[in-house]
C-alpha cells in the first residue's frame, strides 16, 4: 500500500510536470488560460449554498439562542379551546359569584364614604373579590399557555434575545424582513384569520338572531344562560378554525426555521472538523489506540503455546491449553509485527515452527481470539504433537 502511494504521487507529479512544459510556449506568448479560475470559482461557490439540513450541534446551538420552532398561533387556539372548557365548567360558579358582588357594591358600597380609614377595607374587598371570580381561569389558562410552549419547542432558558443588536436597528435588514417570504406568509395568513373567523362569526350570529332579540323580555339568570350557551357554541367553532391555521403555521414555522438553519457542505465539514477534533489529533488518538491493542496482543503471545511462520514475513500465535478444548489464534502480524512476535517466542521459549500454508490460511481466514475453523483442525493438530514431541524431548 506505501508503495502505491508512492507511485500514484510520483507519477502525478510526472503529469504536472508534463503539462507545465507544454503551457510555456503559451505564456512566453502572452497567451494565457484561465478556466482553472472559473472552476475555482464555480466551486466554491457551491460549497457557500446552503443546500445542507441543519446538523443535530447547528439546532441545539440555535435553541440555545432561544431560537426555536414555535407558533402563537396554536398557542391562542388551545388557550382558547381551555377558556371555552373553562366556561362550561365554571361559568356558572362565575356568574354567581359576579351576581353576589355586584348585588353588594350595590347594596352596600354605592353610597359608602371614600376616607383614608376605610380605603384599605374597600381596596381589599374588590381585590378579593376580583381573584376569587377570575383567579382560577387565570391560573389554568397561565398553566395551559406555558405547557403549550413546552410541548411545541421544549425548556429554553436564553439571554440571547434580549441582548441588544446592531442588526435591529438596521433599516435596510428592517426592510428587507418587511418584503420578505416570511412577512408576506404572516399577512396571509392575519387576513385569511379575520376573514374565515369573521364568516364563521356572521353566519352563527346570523342563525341565532332570534335567540338574541328574544333576551329582552329574559331573567337575569336565563340571560346569563342563553350568553353562555351562545358564546360557547362560537368559541368552539372559533376554535376550529384557528387550531386548523396553527396546525398549518407550525408546519410553516418549522419548514422556515430548517430553512434558515440550512448549511453549505463547507460548514458542515468545518463542523464535523470541530466536533472530531484536528486531524492530527485524531491521527496520534488512533496511533495511540493500535499501540494500546499491540501491547495487549503482546501480552497474550506470552502464554502461546506455538509460533507458526512463514518464516519471516507473516507470524502467528496460537494458545492450547488444559482450558482450551480448541486451538484459540491469540496473536498475528506481518513484517514489523511478525518480528515482535518471534521476539516474544523467543524471550519466554515458545517453539517456533515453519508453515508457510498454514501460516498464510490462518492469518487470513482466522481473527484474534478466535478459534481455530474445523477445516484446519489436522493442520493445527500436527503442528501440535510436534511442538509435544519438542517438550518430551526437553523435558
Not at 7 to 34: A, H, N, W
Not at 317 to 345: C, H, M, Q, S, W
Amino acid at each position: 500500500m506505501v508503495f502505491l502511494f508512492f507511485l500514484m504521487t510520483v507519477m502525478t507529479l510526472d503529469l504536472y510536470r508534463t503539462q507545465m512544459l507544454c503551457r510555456v510556449p503559451s505564456l512566453l506568448s502572452g497567451e494565457v488560460s484561465i478556466p482553472s479560475w472559473n472552476h475555482s470559482i464555480l466551486y466554491f461557490a457551491n460549497t457557500d449554498e446552503k443546500t445542507e439540513t441543519p446538523t443535530h450541534k447547528k439546532l441545539q446551538d440555535s435553541k440555545k439562542k432561544g431560537q426555536v420552532v414555535k407558533s402563537q398561533d396554536l398557542n391562542a387556539a388551545i388557550i382558547l379551546l381551555v377558556c371555552a372548557v373553562l366556561m362550561s365548567i365554571v361559568g356558572e360558579y362565575s356568574f354567581n359569584k359576579i351576581y353576589r358582588f355586584l348585588h353588594i357594591c350595590f347594596a352596600n358600597y354605592l353610597n359608602y364614604p371614600l376616607e383614608p380609614g376605610n380605603f384599605s377595607n374597600i381596596a381589599s374587598f374588590y381585590m378579593t373579590q376580583f381573584f376569587s371570580i377570575t383567579g382560577i381561569t387565570f391560573g389554568v389558562v397561565m398553566v395551559v399557555g406555558v405547557l403549550a410552549n413546552l410541548a411545541q419547542s421544549g425548556f429554553v432558558f436564553s439571554t440571547e434575545p434580549l441582548k441588544p443588536s446592531l442588526k435591529k436597528l438596521n433599516p435596510i435588514e428592517g426592510f428587507k424582513n418587511l418584503f420578505s417570504k416570511r412577512a408576506a406568509f404572516n399577512f396571509f395568513k392575519t387576513l385569511m384569520k379575520l376573514v374565515l373567523i369573521g364568516t364563521v362569526a356572521f353566519i352563527y350570529i346570523k342563525d341565532n338572531l332570534d335567540k338574541i332579540f328574544a333576551v329582552g323580555g329574559m331573567s337575569v339568570f336565563g340571560l346569563f344562560i342563553l350568553l353562555e350557551d351562545l358564546l360557547f357554541r362560537l368559541v368552539v367553532r372559533i376554535v376550529i378554525v384557528l387550531l386548523i391555521l396553527g396546525v398549518m403555521d407550525f408546519i410553516f414555522q418549522k419548514y422556515d426555521y430548517k430553512k434558515r438553519l440550512r448549511m453549505s457542505k463547507h460548514e458542515v465539514k468545518e463542523e464535523w472538523k470541530q466536533s472530531e477534533g484536528d486531524p492530527l489529533i485524531r491521527s496520534m488518538r488512533k496511533q495511540k489506540q493500535r499501540q494500546l491493542s499491540m501491547n495487549r496482543m503482546m501480552a497474550e503471545v506470552a502464554d502461546a503455546t506455538v509460533i507458526i511462520t512463514n518464516p519471516t514475513h507473516l507470524a502467528i500465535a496460537l494458545r492450547y491449553n488444559e482450558t482450551d478444548e480448541i486451538p484459540v489464534l491469540v496473536g498475528k502480524g506481518a513484517d514489523y509485527i511478525a518480528g515482535k512476535i518471534r521476539e516474544v517466542a523467543r524471550e519466554q521459549e515458545i517453539p517456533i515452527i515453519e508453515n508457510k500454508p498454514l501460516a498464510q490460511v490462518l492469518y487470513k481466514q482466522v481473527e484474534i481470539d478466535e478459534e481455530v475453523p474445523p477445516s484446519l483442525y489436522q493442520a493445527v493438530a500436527e503442528i501440535l504433537a510436534v511442538v509435544m514431541k519438542i517438550k518430551k524431548k526437553v523435558g
